[in-house]
């Protein structure tokens, strides 16, 4: 007999009955925190080890810990939020830098020579999107993926983000979105869309942190002037 549960583990990720990912991010934090535990005396906090062969051993050993099974997230801001503060918590403690180096997260990740985790979460998911769209007509995942519900109805509001809806906003602000299925057989051409796209998105980031840093300072400014 089968039993009825409120959550699963199918492929090493959690599913559950409401579909939200809270559940699967719980775990994937959870185990990279705890790979990161289990190295800190033997790679993280020995001497005789370069930053950059420390950062190398995160990247291998951590970080596919931490985004297992992204390419098929949907993900909301908060999540995109949460994995960050997870990158930076551990690429400051490799660094050593301290919450009162006042050092940015961007300035962080280009000591580190290293991704943001939503240029890489972007790259997962699109990789993704175009194994599936060059799947056959016939296959169960790309109709689960492309198809709509002929009738039924929903709750008022907003409804809840669906994987698609990730994806279309990506290749919006990526600006491809009425030109990417044109690249999907050429897959030279392909990968160069996915990296254009995440490049793009991440300069927009670093952009608006930019402008949220001179805003805080301006801010500060008028503060004391007024005093």
């Not at 007999?1 to 990720?13: D, P, Q």
């Not at 800190?40 to 931490?66: A, G, I, M």
């Not at 599936?132 to 008022?156: N, Q, T, Y």
């Amino acid at each position: 007999k089968l039993t009825r549960t409120e959550r699963f583990k199918y492929l090493g990720s959690y599913i559950t009955k409401d579909c939200k990912l809270d559940e699967e991010l719980t775990a994937r934090i959870q185990a990279a925190s705890c790979a990161v535990g289990r190295l800190r005396t033997r790679v993280f906090e020995c001497r005789d080890l370069t930053s950059e062969t420390k950062l190398k051993v995160y990247n291998q050993c951590v970080t596919p810990l931490l985004l297992y099974g992204s390419e098929t997230w949907t993900l909301y801001r908060h999540h995109i939020r949460q994995l960050r503060t997870i990158q930076q918590r551990h690429l400051r403690f490799i660094l050593n830098i301290k919450w009162d180096h006042f050092v940015t997260n961007d300035e962080v990740l280009e000591r580190a020579k290293a991704t943001d985790i939503e240029t890489i979460l972007i790259r997962n998911r699109l990789r993704w999107i175009g194994h599936v769209a060059r799947m056959d007509d016939c296959r169960p995942v790309k109709k689960l993926l492309f198809g709509e519900l002929a009738d039924g109805s929903r709750h008022v509001g907003r409804p809840l983000l669906r994987y698609k809806d990730t994806i279309k906003d990506i290749l919006k602000r990526g600006e491809v979105l009425h030109c990417w299925r044109h690249h999907l057989d050429n897959r030279p051409e392909w990968r160069k869309l996915i990296y254009d796209v995440s490049e793009k998105i991440n300069d927009q980031r670093k952009e608006e942190n930019k402008r949220k840093r001179e805003k805080r300072h301006q801010k500060r400014k008028n503060a004391e002037l007024d005093k």
